[in-house]
């Protein structure tokens, strides 16, 4: 990490930037997992939570919530010395889902954080439909860990959330870097893969995703 000036600027290296949309149910840990890997300030757009949300946001298994992100997170990581990502965030609850379609717009893929405590898997259902409705990306699927995380096995999560074989399932810890960049590793390397030509046995993995934003 640099100096706060110097962060705001890519490395000389760097020829080539992807867009990644980072989306799951509300209070999963998207502005976490941005703030938590961003090499620059994040961007966020938190706002408190009033009376007006009573009874509209589902605070179920969310002690001590009180804020919520009302437009989008972004934060920008340098994965490597010629790659980097920007990250956008987007706001979890029904009535923000109408930025989807803006936020997703270049992306070369999705990062699906769901949070299994209990009585919080649910929220993901439509989610996940809006996802495959609303993007039409490439995404893989991050199980975001909290100390009361139930553990499911990969056949368990794939079955609730109907998710297709080949969709990748990866554990997280939003709250880690290290943690948080693995499951942003496996979603570029996914992208690649269904981006790689018929036929092609070893896809290059320095080729740039789909769609991606070339700086």
Not at 50 to 68: F, I
């Amino acid at each position: 990490m640099g100096s706060a000036l110097s962060d705001r600027y890519l490395p000389g290296t760097v020829t080539k930037s992807v867009k990644i949309l980072v989306v799951g149910s509300f209070g999963v840990g998207k502005t976490t997992l941005i703030g938590s890997v961003s090499e620059i300030t994040p961007l966020r757009t938190e706002e408190t939570m009033t009376q007006v949300s009573e009874g509209v946001d589902d605070l179920t298994g969310l002690p001590g919530k009180a804020t919520t992100t009302v437009a989008m997170d972004f934060g920008r990581i340098t994965l490597d010395e010629s790659l980097a990502l920007y990250l956008f965030g987007a706001p979890g609850q029904r009535r923000f889902w109408d930025l989807w379609e803006g936020l997703a717009e270049g992306a070369a893929g999705v990062l699906a954080l769901v949070d299994t405590r209990p009585g919080r898997l649910e929220a993901s259902f439509e989610v996940f439909d809006q996802l495959e409705i609303g993007t039409r990306l490439p995404f893989v699927v991050a199980v975001n860990h909290f100390p009361d995380t139930v553990r499911h096995s990969a056949e368990e999560l794939r079955t609730a959330l109907d998710l297709l074989p080949e969709t990748p399932i990866v554990d997280c810890d939003a709250r880690d870097r290290a943690s948080a960049l693995t499951a942003l590793t496996a979603l570029v390397a996914h992208a690649v893969d269904l981006a790689a030509p018929a036929g092609d046995p070893t896809p290059d993995r320095t080729r740039p995703a789909a769609q991606e934003v070339v700086s």
